[in-house]
């Protein structure tokens, strides 16, 4: 019994030394891991700031572009931090790597659809087919662009509905930007009979153009025939006014040729 004791008392003694040597050898490990992740969070910070503010001055390049980039490089520098640590206490650091890069590899794969939205919106905050407030059209989509995110655009449609549109479908189409220029030509078409009744009607459509402040000179509203039928004559009205103006124009130029044509006693066919 009291050789079992003894065993016990030598084993317990020489478990508590191994354990105070493994603390000693291991605490300054410890105390340098601590440090060293300090470290590399506060640079990570530092540097994501300032390859955002960095990033925010390029010109043509958007604030959620730049902020993508700058968390991209955030978590990146992290996960380095995180791996060197490791490679302190004797881990094996290049299977972590090879296991990050499968784990990514299937992520990938499983989110190829995200990916697919994050690259299209990735290229349409840098080519910039369109900006926020304007209006565009595509062949599924239509509406005032409210924002233009990583993954999807959100757009306001003409009667006042909310639009989310994924971004990869926005980029694989052909988009027509209806606020992107300054000037867009406007037209007019009337049917009116013959004889008298077209000159009337030209010289009519032309002093409409010309008094209105909102048609602009140059290039100068134009007015022609059409098309000649055996029983109506098609006249059109041709003009550049800013596109801000372009919808109120027109509806104008519509209720003035109407009433311009009622005055004159001209029938519109």
Same mark, same amino acid.
């Given at each position: 019994?009291?050789?079992?004791?003894?065993?016990?008392?030598?084993?317990?003694?020489?478990?508590?030394?191994?354990?105070?040597?493994?603390?000693?050898?291991?605490? #300054?490990?410890?105390?340098?891991?601590?440090?060293?992740?300090?470290?590399?969070?506060?640079?990570?910070?530092?540097?994501?700031?300032? &390859?955002?503010?960095?990033?925010?001055?390029?010109?043509?390049?958007?604030?959620?572009? &730049?902020? #993508?980039?700058?968390?991209?490089?955030?978590?990146?520098?992290?996960?380095?931090?995180?791996?060197?640590?490791?490679?302190?206490?004797?881990?094996?650091?290049?299977?972590?790597?090879?296991?990050?890069? &499968?784990?990514?590899?299937?992520?990938?794969?499983?989110?190829?659809?995200?990916?697919?939205?994050?690259?299209?919106?990735?290229?349409?905050?840098?080519?910039?087919?369109?900006?926020?407030?304007?209006?565009?059209?595509?062949?599924?989509?239509?509406?005032?662009?409210?924002?233009?995110?990583? #993954?999807?655009?959100?757009?306001?449609?003409?009667?006042?509905?909310?639009?989310?549109?994924?971004?990869?479908?926005?980029?694989?189409?052909?988009?027509?930007?209806?606020?992107?220029?300054?000037?867009?030509?406007?037209?007019?078409?009337?049917?009116?009979?013959?004889?008298?009744?077209?000159?009337?009607?030209?010289?009519?459509?032309?002093?409409?153009?010309?008094?209105?402040?909102?048609?602009?000179?140059?290039?100068?509203?134009?007015? #022609?025939?059409?098309?000649?039928?055996?029983?109506?004559?098609?006249?059109?009205?041709?003009?550049?006014?800013?596109?801000?103006?372009?919808?109120?124009?027109?509806?104008?130029?519509?209720?003035?040729?109407?009433?311009?044509?009622?005055?004159?006693?001209?029938?519109?066919?």
């Amino acid at each position: 019994m009291e050789q079992q004791a003894t065993d016990v008392i030598l084993a317990t003694r020489t478990a508590l030394n191994q354990a105070s040597a493994l603390a000693v050898e291991y605490s #300054f490990s410890i105390l340098g891991a601590i440090i060293l992740l300090v470290l590399g969070w506060l640079m990570a910070n530092f540097i994501s700031r300032w &390859a955002f503010e960095g990033i925010s001055r390029v010109r043509g390049i958007d604030e959620t572009l &730049a902020r #993508f980039f700058a968390n991209v490089l955030h978590y990146g520098l992290l996960i380095l931090v995180f791996i060197t640590v490791l490679g302190q206490f004797g881990v094996q650091t290049a299977s972590i790597i090879a296991a990050l890069g &499968a784990a990514g590899l299937a992520i990938g794969l499983a989110l190829q659809g995200t990916l697919q939205n994050i690259a299209a919106g990735i290229m349409l905050l840098i080519l910039r087919p369109f900006r926020v407030g304007e209006y565009i059209s595509t062949s599924n989509v239509a509406g005032t662009v409210r924002e233009i995110g990583l #993954f999807a655009t959100e757009l306001r449609t003409s009667d006042g509905l909310y639009l989310l549109a994924p971004n990869s479908t926005l980029w694989n189409t052909p988009i027509t930007n209806y606020s992107r220029e300054a000037t867009r030509k406007g037209e007019l078409t009337v049917n009116v009979g013959s004889g008298e009744q077209v000159a009337l009607a030209m010289d009519a459509l032309t002093d409409l153009a010309k008094s209105d402040k909102r048609v602009q000179s140059n290039p100068q509203p134009a007015v #022609f025939i059409e098309t000649i039928a055996a029983d109506k004559t098609t006249i059109t009205m041709r003009y550049w006014t800013k596109t801000i103006e372009w919808d109120d124009t027109r509806r104008d130029m519509l209720g003035r040729m109407k009433s311009t044509f009622d005055q004159k006693g001209l029938p519109i066919l």
